[in-house]
């Protein structure tokens, strides 16, 4: 959602409010660029401690065989 463009322009909007003393559009620059930067992080580590494993019931099947699948999902 905010892109490196996104992250720059508020950066560019947030230095423009403190030039012209504007602080309502401060606050909203400062806001906008706070949920960017934690939708950043978040979306870089939210998986990390996340563990996931598969089994399958033969090594090799002919076509037409029937393999069970076992999934396994930790969440640490």
Same mark, same amino acid.
């Given at each position: 959602?905010? %892109?490196? %463009? ?8 947030? %230095? ?15 806001? #906008? #660029? ?29 076509? %037409?065989?029937?393999v069970e #699948? ?7």
């Amino acid at each position: 959602m905010f %892109g490196s %463009g996104m992250l720059g322009f508020l950066l560019v909007l947030l %230095g423009f409010a403190v030039l012209v003393r504007e602080t309502s559009l401060f606050l909203l620059a400062l806001v #906008l #660029l706070v949920a960017a930067l934690l939708s950043r992080l978040w979306e870089r580590h939210c998986l990390d401690r996340i563990d996931y494993r598969r089994r399958f019931s033969q090594i090799r099947a002919q076509y %037409g065989e029937t393999v069970e #699948l076992e999934i396994e999902i930790v969440n640490r």
